[in-house]
């Protein structure tokens, strides 16, 4: 997702979540609006840290604790978090399910850096698969979480993005900001509507550079995309989609991009990785059950296919919309 930006009032580049974060605030005094900045990049940097499987810090310290049996207590964020990632991964019947940590740690995409090499053995995928790790095994009760699976790793990666701009975007409103864009590579969250003149967006194209279609955001909604042409692991000529079928260990095919619009980020970016799991087939379904209306779905055959929600909402982008949808 690519902000098409108007004229900017305050606005500031961010970095986190080893990406570019750009806030954008309009309709409040410079030096408030900068100060309300600041303290939103100090909170994403805390859950950053807090929120990282593979760093030193509490969800590493969780792992840990459910690889030894032990219970281990987190705090209110991570309760919270933990608890929203579960309901949403029952409703997506398991195709979004942030317990595979071990899964996406075998595939090497935990990594900052994008993974090299061949794929792992399918022994050890198979391995890893028969332990069933699942968010259902998790029992968060208050602030202790334990797992009845000793082999659930989490791996929040697929939601924290949608997750974390909601409480940011929760921040800035109780700063007294009315009017924001937050938009972290892939994922866009906005509050207000930039005066008389909406906050727009793109959604890229997955195959070349460009964008496919645009759309003005509403005050409080969220555009999350998820796809696999900026992560992913090449190899022997093919390209591993860093998006992974909890039911057979194996990165998703078929389809390249999958973007979804909601009031809440976590749950239109963690419906984004469940709908490119469902499939062509099954993503209506999926996106019913778990409750997102608008969705744009891009195949590997370049085919294009959107919700009637989604669809009343596109705009098309001149020179770089390639047909009806
Ligand atoms: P992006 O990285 O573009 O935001 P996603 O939101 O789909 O893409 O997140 C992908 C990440 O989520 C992977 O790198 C991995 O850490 C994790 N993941 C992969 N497959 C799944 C899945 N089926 N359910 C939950 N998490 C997943
Ligand atoms: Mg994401
Ligand atoms: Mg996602």
């Given amino acids: 997702v690519r902000a098409l930006r108007p004229v900017p009032d305050t606005r500031e580049t961010l970095y986190l979540f080893g990406t570019l974060v750009e806030v954008e605030i309009h309709g409040t005094p410079e030096a408030e ?22 760093r030193p810090g509490l969800l590493e310290d969780l792992n840990a604790a459910i690889a030894a049996g032990r219970p281990f207590t987190v705090d209110d964020a991570l309760a919270r978090v933990l608890r929203q990632g579960r309901d949403l991964s029952c409703a997506s019947g398991g195709l979004f399910d942030p317990a595979i940590g071990a899964l996406v740690e075998a595939w090497g995409f935990h990594a ?3 993974p090299e090499g ?48 909601d409480l940011a975007a929760a921040d800035l409103r109780a700063a007294g900001v009315s009017d924001a864009v937050l938009n972290a590579g892939g994922g866009v969250q906005v509050i207000g509507q930039h005066g008389a003149r909406p906050w727009r967006v793109a959604i890229r194209d997955p195959f070349q550079w460009g964008v496919v279609a645009a759309l003005s955001l509403r005050p409080g909604e969220a555009l999350h995309t998820s796809g696999n042409y900026e992560r992913f692991l090449e190899a022997g000529g093919v390209r591993f989609s860093h998006i992974l079928d909890p039911r057979k260990g194996q990165p998703v095919q ?28 099954d993503w209506p379904a999926v996106a019913a059950a778990m409750g997102v209306g608008a969705v744009l779905v891009i195949s590997d055959d370049g085919t294009m296919r959107a919700t009637p929600a989604m669809r009343a909402r596109l705009e098309p982008v001149s020179g770089g919309f390639p047909g009806p949808i």
């Fill in 33 to 54: 609006a900068r100060a309300a900045i600041a303290d939103v990049g100090a909170h994403l940097q805390t859950i950053h840290r807090d929120w990282h499987a593979w």
């Fill in 112 to 114: 900052d850096t994008p």
């Fill in 118 to 165: 061949d794929p792992p053995p399918a022994a050890t995928i198979a391995a890893l698969v028969a332990r069933h790790p699942r968010m259902t095994d998790l029992r968060i009760d208050g602030n202790v979480v334990r797992s009845t699976n000793p082999a659930v790793q989490l791996d929040l990666g697929a939601y924290a993005k949608g997750a974390a701009l």
């Fill in 254 to 281: 078929g389809i390249v991009s999958v973007s979804v619009l909601d009031t809440n980020g976590a749950r239109a970016d963690a419906a984004a990785t469940a709908l490119g799991v469902a499939g062509a087939q």
